[in-house]
Protein backbone atom coordinates (compact mmCIF):
# COMPACT_ATOMS: atom_id res chain seq x y z
CA UNK A 1 0.00 0.00 0.00
CA UNK A 2 1.65 3.07 -1.24
CA UNK A 3 0.01 6.51 -0.15
CA UNK A 4 1.24 9.52 -1.40
CA UNK A 5 2.22 12.14 0.34
CA UNK A 6 0.85 15.41 -0.24
CA UNK A 7 0.84 17.75 2.72
CA UNK A 8 -2.68 19.44 3.51
CA UNK A 9 -2.74 22.98 4.05
CA UNK A 10 -5.43 24.65 6.64
CA UNK A 11 -6.48 28.35 5.39
CA UNK A 12 -8.78 30.67 7.15
CA UNK A 13 -10.66 31.90 3.67
CA UNK A 14 -12.13 35.86 3.67
CA UNK A 15 -13.53 38.48 1.28
CA UNK A 16 -12.79 41.43 0.07
CA UNK A 17 -14.82 43.11 -2.27
CA UNK A 18 -16.65 39.71 -3.10
CA UNK A 19 -13.46 38.02 -3.93
CA UNK A 20 -12.14 35.29 -2.19
CA UNK A 21 -8.75 35.28 -0.17
CA UNK A 22 -6.61 32.90 2.11
CA UNK A 23 -4.00 32.70 4.75
CA UNK A 24 -2.81 29.93 6.52
CA UNK A 25 -4.50 28.75 10.03
CA UNK A 26 -0.88 28.57 11.26
CA UNK A 27 -0.05 32.40 10.92
CA UNK A 28 -3.31 33.10 12.43
CA UNK A 29 -4.01 34.05 16.21
CA UNK A 30 -7.97 34.66 16.35
CA UNK A 31 -10.51 36.66 14.29
CA UNK A 32 -12.46 39.33 15.94
CA UNK A 33 -15.11 42.13 16.03
CA UNK A 34 -14.22 45.35 14.94
CA UNK A 35 -13.47 47.26 18.05
CA UNK A 36 -12.35 51.06 18.68
CA UNK A 37 -9.64 51.61 16.90
CA UNK A 38 -7.05 54.75 17.80
CA UNK A 39 -5.46 56.37 15.12
CA UNK A 40 -1.85 56.89 14.91
CA UNK A 41 -0.24 59.95 13.30
CA UNK A 42 2.33 59.80 10.61
CA UNK A 43 1.46 56.28 9.25
CA UNK A 44 0.79 54.66 5.91
CA UNK A 45 -2.86 55.25 4.99
CA UNK A 46 -3.30 51.89 4.64
CA UNK A 47 -2.63 51.34 8.79
CA UNK A 48 -5.82 51.77 10.44
CA UNK A 49 -4.32 52.17 13.87
CA UNK A 50 -3.65 50.26 17.25
CA UNK A 51 -6.56 48.65 19.28
CA UNK A 52 -6.03 47.12 23.16
CA UNK A 53 -6.85 43.51 22.22
CA UNK A 54 -6.66 41.43 25.86
CA UNK A 55 -4.52 44.02 26.97
CA UNK A 56 -1.71 43.83 24.11
CA UNK A 57 -1.51 46.93 22.14
CA UNK A 58 -1.99 45.38 18.26
CA UNK A 59 -1.81 47.37 15.05
CA UNK A 60 -4.85 47.72 12.51
CA UNK A 61 -4.09 46.90 8.94
CA UNK A 62 -7.18 47.77 6.25
CA UNK A 63 -6.67 45.46 3.74
CA UNK A 64 -8.63 47.34 1.59
CA UNK A 65 -6.56 50.30 1.73
CA UNK A 66 -3.44 47.59 1.02
CA UNK A 67 -4.91 46.40 -1.99
CA UNK A 68 -5.93 49.53 -3.35
CA UNK A 69 -9.82 48.96 -3.00
CA UNK A 70 -12.28 50.91 -2.12
CA UNK A 71 -12.94 51.29 1.70
CA UNK A 72 -16.00 50.83 2.88
CA UNK A 73 -18.04 51.17 6.23
CA UNK A 74 -17.71 48.54 8.15
CA UNK A 75 -20.79 46.12 8.77
CA UNK A 76 -21.67 43.48 10.98
CA UNK A 77 -19.65 40.96 9.38
CA UNK A 78 -16.66 42.79 8.80
CA UNK A 79 -14.00 40.98 10.78
CA UNK A 80 -10.36 41.56 12.14
CA UNK A 81 -7.95 38.52 11.81
CA UNK A 82 -5.27 38.93 13.69
CA UNK A 83 -1.95 37.05 12.51
CA UNK A 84 1.83 36.81 13.98
CA UNK A 85 4.51 36.46 12.10
CA UNK A 86 8.13 36.69 13.37
CA UNK A 87 7.81 38.54 16.51
CA UNK A 88 4.92 41.02 15.23
CA UNK A 89 1.41 40.62 15.59
CA UNK A 90 -0.82 42.85 13.62
CA UNK A 91 -4.81 43.00 13.46
CA UNK A 92 -6.28 42.63 9.25
CA UNK A 93 -9.88 44.76 8.53
CA UNK A 94 -11.72 42.16 6.08
CA UNK A 95 -15.27 42.67 4.80
CA UNK A 96 -15.85 38.83 6.72
CA UNK A 97 -13.78 35.53 7.46
CA UNK A 98 -16.12 32.42 7.91
CA UNK A 99 -14.43 29.99 6.57
CA UNK A 100 -11.77 27.19 7.29
CA UNK A 101 -10.47 24.93 4.73
CA UNK A 102 -7.92 21.64 4.17
CA UNK A 103 -6.19 22.14 0.86
CA UNK A 104 -3.99 19.54 -0.46
CA UNK A 105 -0.14 21.75 -1.26
CA UNK A 106 -1.10 20.10 -4.66
CA UNK A 107 -3.98 22.52 -5.83
CA UNK A 108 -1.74 25.44 -5.59
CA UNK A 109 -1.23 26.82 -8.22
CA UNK A 110 1.37 29.75 -8.91
CA UNK A 111 -0.29 33.05 -9.27
CA UNK A 112 -1.24 33.96 -13.10
CA UNK A 113 0.61 36.75 -14.64
CA UNK A 114 -2.19 39.34 -14.73
CA UNK A 115 -3.92 39.80 -11.76
CA UNK A 116 -4.92 43.47 -10.26
CA UNK A 117 -1.80 44.16 -10.36
CA UNK A 118 -1.33 46.20 -7.03
CA UNK A 119 -2.16 43.05 -5.09
CA UNK A 120 -0.12 40.47 -7.57
CA UNK A 121 2.96 41.72 -5.20
CA UNK A 122 1.15 40.29 -1.89
CA UNK A 123 -0.14 36.70 -3.63
CA UNK A 124 1.92 33.72 -3.07
CA UNK A 125 -0.57 31.18 -5.22
CA UNK A 126 -4.02 30.42 -6.31
CA UNK A 127 -6.03 27.40 -4.87
CA UNK A 128 -9.11 25.87 -7.03
CA UNK A 129 -11.41 23.93 -4.86
CA UNK A 130 -14.80 23.06 -6.89
CA UNK A 131 -15.62 26.23 -8.27
CA UNK A 132 -14.42 28.64 -6.11
CA UNK A 133 -11.11 30.42 -6.56
CA UNK A 134 -8.85 31.48 -3.27
CA UNK A 135 -5.95 33.76 -3.68
CA UNK A 136 -3.19 32.96 -1.43
CA UNK A 137 -2.10 35.68 0.67
CA UNK A 138 1.65 36.43 1.44
CA UNK A 139 1.81 37.65 4.94
CA UNK A 140 5.27 38.60 4.56
CA UNK A 141 5.56 41.03 1.86
CA UNK A 142 1.40 42.62 3.21
CA UNK A 143 3.40 43.55 6.19
CA UNK A 144 6.69 44.44 5.39
CA UNK A 145 7.66 46.11 8.40
CA UNK A 146 9.52 48.78 5.93
CA UNK A 147 6.37 50.15 4.85
CA UNK A 148 4.11 49.50 7.60
CA UNK A 149 6.48 51.38 10.10
CA UNK A 150 7.07 54.05 6.81
CA UNK A 151 5.90 57.88 8.59
CA UNK A 152 4.05 59.68 6.19
CA UNK A 153 4.73 63.53 5.41
Do not use: W
Amino acid sequence: MTETLTADLKLIVFQLKGKEYAIPVSQVRSIEKVQHITRVPSTSPFVKGVINLRGVVTPIIDLRRRFDIDEEHYSESTRVIIVALENMEVGLIVDAANDVIDVKTTSIEPPPEVVGVTEAEYINGVVKIEKRLLILIDLVKVLNPEEVNRNEG
